[in-house]
């Protein structure tokens, strides 16, 4: 199964794909924590960190290139859940020129939704632990007590806005892509946790197999 999770910042892509690929014993790619990764080991280019930390797009050729790689590991053979990208048309295409290359497909593309007006409190609130990178919420998921935190740059309130802004930019062209290819399937991200995975579930192709419980 090969599947991209698309949704504006704070809409729990990464909460949902954790749970997603854990089940069906693939990969998560998420492009983000390939950035962070390369950040924290001081191997991100400079500019890219810059437009990162000021909420904006790291450009298309950089992100296609990691793509390009990660997708060639042994891991990624079963299949693979992809976090983050594409994130803009000339992602989408060179997406689906890889995967000919490799005689592969897209099987879905689930967006969640999510209302802007509950995103900041969801950005701002989020801290990740620093050595799991498992995803906590102040309010919402409280971490326990004695966890070492981090709390992403990206997510001050200052930056949060023109997350937002960019992803509703880049969308604009990027869902009726999708759409127009009959790959788009929307998932209403509001509830708990565990309901958004099942709806996610739910929307997935039939015939994709999961995991024996
Ligand atoms: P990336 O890391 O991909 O960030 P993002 O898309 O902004 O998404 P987030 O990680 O902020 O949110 P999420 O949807 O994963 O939410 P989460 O599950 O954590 O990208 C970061 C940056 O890297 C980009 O800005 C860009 O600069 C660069 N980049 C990455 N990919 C790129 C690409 N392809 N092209 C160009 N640049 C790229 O949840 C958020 C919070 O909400 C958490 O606290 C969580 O606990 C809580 N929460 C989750 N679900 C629920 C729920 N159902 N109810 C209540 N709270 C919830």
């Given at each position: 199964?090969?599947?991209?999770?698309?949704?504006?910042?704070?809409?729990?892509?990464?909460?949902?794909?954790?749970?997603v690929?854990a089940l069906f014993?693939?990969?998560?790619?998420?492009?983000?924590?390939?950035?962070?990764?390369?950040?924290?080991?001081?191997?991100?280019?400079?500019?890219?960190?810059?437009?990162?930390?000021?909420?904006?797009?790291?450009?298309?050729?950089?992100?296609?290139?990691?793509?390009?790689?990660?997708?060639?590991?042994?891991?990624?053979?079963?299949?693979?859940?992809?976090?983050?990208?594409?994130?803009?048309?000339?992602?989408?295409?060179?997406?689906?020129?890889?995967?000919?290359?490799?005689?592969?497909?897209?099987?879905?593309?689930?967006?969640?939704?999510?209302?802007?007006?509950?995103?900041?409190?969801?950005?701002?609130?989020?801290?990740?632990?620093?050595?799991?990178?498992?995803?906590?919420?102040?309010?919402?998921?409280?971490?326990?007590?004695?966890?070492?935190?981090?709390?992403?740059?990206?997510?001050?309130?200052?930056?949060?806005?023109?997350?937002?802004?960019?992803?509703?930019?880049?969308?604009?062209?990027?869902?009726?892509?999708?759409?127009?290819?009959?790959?788009?399937?929307?998932?209403?991200?509001?509830?708990?946790?565990?309901?958004?995975?099942?709806?996610?579930?739910?929307?997935?192709?039939?015939?994709?197999?999961?995991k024996?419980?």
């Amino acid at each position: 199964m090969i599947v991209v999770l698309v949704g504006p910042p704070g809409a729990g892509k990464g909460t949902q794909a954790k749970v997603v690929c854990a089940l069906f014993e693939i990969p998560q790619i998420s492009t983000g924590d390939m950035l962070r990764a390369a950040k924290k080991a001081g191997t991100l280019d400079r500019k890219y960190l810059e437009i990162m930390d000021a909420g904006g797009l790291v450009p298309d050729e950089a992100m296609i290139e990691l793509i390009d790689r990660r997708i060639d590991e042994s891991d990624c053979a079963r299949g693979f859940l992809l976090d983050g990208f594409p994130r803009t048309v000339p992602q989408a295409q060179a997406l689906d020129a890889l995967l000919a290359k490799r005689g592969r497909k897209l099987d879905a593309v689930i967006q969640l939704d999510v209302p802007r007006s509950l995103l900041e409190e969801r950005l701002t609130g989020r801290r990740t632990d620093k050595t799991s990178g498992q995803i906590y919420h102040l309010v919402y998921n409280p971490p326990p007590a004695g966890a070492e935190l981090e709390h992403r740059a990206d997510d001050r309130p200052e930056t949060v806005g023109k997350r937002l802004d960019s992803y509703e930019a880049m969308t604009a062209a990027l869902l009726p892509y999708y759409d127009k290819a009959g790959l788009l399937r929307r998932v209403d991200g509001v509830g708990k946790p565990e309901e958004v995975t099942e709806r996610a579930l739910a929307a997935l192709p039939s015939g994709t197999v999961r995991k024996a419980e």
